[in-house]
């Protein structure tokens, strides 16, 4: 297609009023395939396109013209009518936004470049549940887990008014037996304490945050995180709470309350809605909700929404037994608040995640004067963040890694490449910053940095416009010197598009020596490894990489100790409880609020029921002091493979994963017989079934003769080895193991359990295995019942009348000959490389 003309075309169809139309022209080719047609564009920008495609697919292509088209067609006579089929199909997809979204469009195959009216459209959902197939058994062990709270019976009197039964006053017994609080004292007396707090994960872990917090009885549900899985989970992504238990005790729980968008806190909530009755309202600010809306429709949860709620900085509202209120404070994330609890006895503070930035860049600025407020009327309990207690000073502003971007950025005359957190809208300000300062354009490459923009856009918080990206693939088309390219993977994730471009894998990105990388992310710990791994791959195509501390790229969004030191005078809780970090971290936070002249503070762990009761006149005045565990619940962590799979460790097999990986696997095909072989003794001087066997063994000691006969009594097998991820010693491994599985079933009498023949023939192959190999594999062992003709019959007495034949005769192993108990002969396997190079030049002669 030649602009501007309609060239080997007939009359146009349709034209578009636009007044620089692109010209299209499709020309069916029957001799390539009666489905399938050419099809030459040419837009306005100059750029043409040629492609293959069938009818019904022609949508998809129809919106990589960013203008609006003019079709045109040529009719064949063959097939006039699949003509006028790709054309309405090119219009039907123009109209619907096609791959990349179009002008107006709706959802893309790869994202687009945002939504809205005259944007390009995002990526269309793709459902990963049917609302329950994500479920697994997750929900299903609700058996035998009590709900560690204060409990009713009592032998010993729980108050001065209530005494054992058969007591004048009818008093209640505090024992039932298998139940009984961890720090029952002597005399069994226990406080009823009116403030609960039971965390279901995030104490001990960095992850998984979720936990209840109650009075009275009713509970609501703070936070519902996953946790990402250790390297030794092999096959997991997700690590989630007992959600098992929530559904088990689902009438104590009256809402969820969620303090910001991360996945570690919002992650779980495919599994945990559906634990918990339909009637329970969730409760997130706006940004957070956005995020929440999006994974529930991908997993058929969000129905019409009506239970999730939208909450704004300062709000005050009712959740269960709590009159709440939300309080703003800075994060990595947008809108991310902590929670003030009210209740009749007393008044709970907990931060959520949370630094001090005294000058965000998106002017939303940590809320002081509301925890000074809080603090001044008094707060009983205090739960604090305590990821980076161990960090001296105060966190960076991110209005100082702006500054630090828009140096690098102006410094370099290349291709900017800067990898982040998707979820750090706040670092997207330096970067919108640095492409005005230094008239560039962004492009965004990677799906999870589209998700958030976007949830960002209707938040009204986004700070680059959706519509001015650059779309990935015209990434190659700019000059470099024009563009900044934000990419994922700075955790270098398999499938980021960081990791592929550092191994030359990314559709998108191709590194280039002149290019500069700004790594404005830090290094979680586990995949330090991984990460240099990809950082060396990158230094190896040679792109400059800045991601020292001095570059000043990165801020972290957890509270330094100097900030936690003044939340906690600023507050100055009656008693203090530290989550969110691993066991050292709680109690170095611990020591820190002592420090500050926090009397009562303690450190607890997973599923650990903490009672708290206020002080009075500021002394102590429970009979077990303030603060003191009620109970412990039985809980389970959940797994899911990131997919349908989801339920215990068990359940996923997840010690047997990490056998097979480290130890191997061995599978057996055993194929037995019945009344194949008998072995046949006799005496001096009887008389044997078998013709001339009293001369062939006349000569043995003792006088008596061994013979193997084809008579009923005893079973035999022939079997198939192979193994995975083990040492085979080139075949004489798995021969080995032929004839341990073949010999262990000649003991076995005929008619046998198959179960039983493959018990035992499993038994064999382990202990052969392990004296072979040192190894413990897992041992499969499949039997089934054959039927042997003579040939097979034959060989068979051979082999077993050979049995006892010296190194290198029938019947044993050796590197010439390799026979299992079946007569098979079993060649060596091939060795796959020489062990020492061949036919080169030494470098001096043996004589000197």
Excluded at 88 to 95: I, Y
């Amino acid at each position: 297609a030649v602009p501007g003309t309609t060239r080997d075309c007939a009359t146009p169809i349709r034209a578009s009023t636009h007044p620089r139309p692109a010209v299209v022209s499709f020309r069916a080719v029957p001799q390539t395939t009666p489905r399938c047609a050419m099809a030459f564009a040419q837009t306005t920008g100059g750029s043409c396109h040629v492609f293959k495609v069938a009818p019904r697919s022609l949508a998809a292509k129809a919106s990589s013209f960013a203008s609006p088209v003019r079709v045109v067609s040529r009719p064949t006579a063959t097939n006039d009518n699949f003509s006028q089929t790709i054309v309405a199909e090119f219009e039907r997809g123009r109209g619907r936004g096609g791959r990349d979204g179009g002008r107006g469009g709706g959802g893309g195959r790869r994202g687009g470049r945002g939504g809205g009216r005259g944007g390009r459209g995002a990526k269309k959902m793709r459902p990963q549940s049917d609302g329950k197939s994500h479920l697994g058994t997750t929900l299903t062990y609700t058996e035998g887990k009590p709900f560690p709270d204060f409990v009713e019976n009592a032998t010993a009197p729980i108050r001065a008014d209530r005494s054992a039964p058969g007591a004048a006053n009818g008093g209640f017994n505090n024992i039932v037996e298998g139940i009984t609080p961890l720090d029952l004292p002597t005399g069994g007396l226990v406080d009823d304490a009116p403030i609960k707090f039971l965390p279901l994960g995030g104490l001990g872990e960095i992850g998984m945050n979720c936990a209840l917090v109650g009075t009275e009885n009713r509970y609501v549900l703070l936070d519902a995180g996953l946790m990402f899985p250790d390297h030794e989970e092999l096959g997991i992504q997700k690590v989630l709470p007992d959600v098992s238990f929530l559904s088990r005790w689902r009438d104590k729980i009256e809402a969820v309350l969620i303090t910001h968008g991360h996945e570690d806190h919002i992650g779980a909530l495919p599994w945990v809605i559906p634990a918990l009755d339909p009637s329970t309202p969730v409760y997130g600010g706006m940004f957070t909700m956005q995020l929440i809306e999006r994974k529930m429709k991908e997993f058929n949860l969000w129905g019409d929404g009506s239970r999730f709620h939208v909450i704004d900085m300062g709000e005050r509202f009712n959740a269960g037994p709590f009159a709440m209120e939300a309080v703003r404070v800075t994060h990595s994330i947008p809108d991310c608040c902590g929670f003030i609890f009210r209740c009749a006895a007393g008044t709970i503070v907990h931060t959520g995640d949370w630094k001090i930035d005294e000058n965000p860049v998106d002017g939303r600025i940590f809320d002081r004067e509301q925890f000074e407020r809080v603090g001044k009327e008094g707060v009983t309990l205090m739960m604090s963040d305590s990821t980076n207690v161990l960090s001296p000073g105060r966190t960076i502003s991110e209005s100082v890694i702006r500054e630090s971007m828009m140096q690098k950025v102006l410094g370099h005359k290349g291709r900017i490449i800067t990898t982040q957190f998707a979820s750090n809208i706040h670092r997207l300000y330096g970067v919108k910053a640095a492409a005005d300062a230094s008239g560039r354009k962004i492009a965004f490459v990677g799906m999870s940095l589209n998700t958030y923009l976007e949830a960002a856009a209707k938040s009204g918080i986004a700070p680059i416009d959706p519509n001015t990206l650059v779309p990935a693939e015209d990434i190659d088309q700019m000059n470099p010197s024009e563009l900044i390219i934000v990419t994922t993977g700075s955790q270098a994730e398999p499938r980021a598009q960081l990791a592929q471009a550092a191994f030359g894998s990314s559709r998108f990105i191709t590194l280039h020596p002149d290019d500069l990388l700004l790594y404005s992310a830090k290094m979680i710990p586990g995949n330090e490894k991984r990460v240099m791994r990809m950082m060396n791959a990158i230094a190896v195509r040679g792109p400059e990489i800045a991601m020292r501390k001095e570059d000043g790229l990165h801020s972290s969004g957890h509270a330094y100790r100097e900030e936690l030191e003044e939340i906690l005078k600023m507050l100055h809780p009656e008693h203090f409880l530290p989550v969110h970090g691993e066991y050292a971290f709680l109690k170095e936070h611990e020591a820190l609020a002592r420090s500050v002249g926090v009397r009562h503070s303690t450190v607890i762990g997973n599923g650990q029921m903490l009672g708290v009761t206020p002080l009075r006149n500021s002394q102590s005045h429970g009979l077990l002091g303030n603060m003191h565990l009620l109970g412990e619940a039985r809980l389970q962590t959940m797994f899911n493979d990131g997919g349908k799979g989801s339920g215990t460790s068990e359940d996923l097999a997840i010690e047997e994963r990490m056998r097979i990986a480290t130890e191997g696997i061995v599978v057996v095909d055993l194929e037995v017989f019945d009344q194949l072989l008998q072995p046949a003794v006799a005496d001096d001087g009887e008389k044997e079934d078998t013709e001339g066997a009293e001369d062939a063994d006349a000569s043995k000691p003792g006088g008596r003769s061994n013979v193997v006969t084809a008579a009923s009594g005893f079973m035999t097998a022939r079997a198939r080895v192979t193994s995975r991820s083990m040492w085979t010693d080139e075949g004489r491994l798995l021969a080995n193991l032929r004839d341990a599985a073949e010999r262990s079933v000649e003991g076995l009498e005929t008619g046998a359990r198959l179960s039983a023949v493959e018990r035992t023939a499993a038994s064999a192959v382990r202990f052969a295995c392990r004296n072979y190999c040192n190894k413990r594999p897992d041992i499969i062992v499949v039997a089934h019942r054959g039927v042997a003709d003579a040939e097979h019959t034959a060989k068979r007495l051979a082999a077993a009348a050979d049995r006892g034949a010296p190194r290198g005769k029938v019947g044993s192993l050796s590197e010439d000959t390799m026979v299992g108990a079946s007569g098979t002969r079993y060649r060596p396997r091939a060795r796959s490389r020489q062990s020492a190079p061949t036919g080169v030049r030494p470098l001096r002669r043996s004589d000197g």
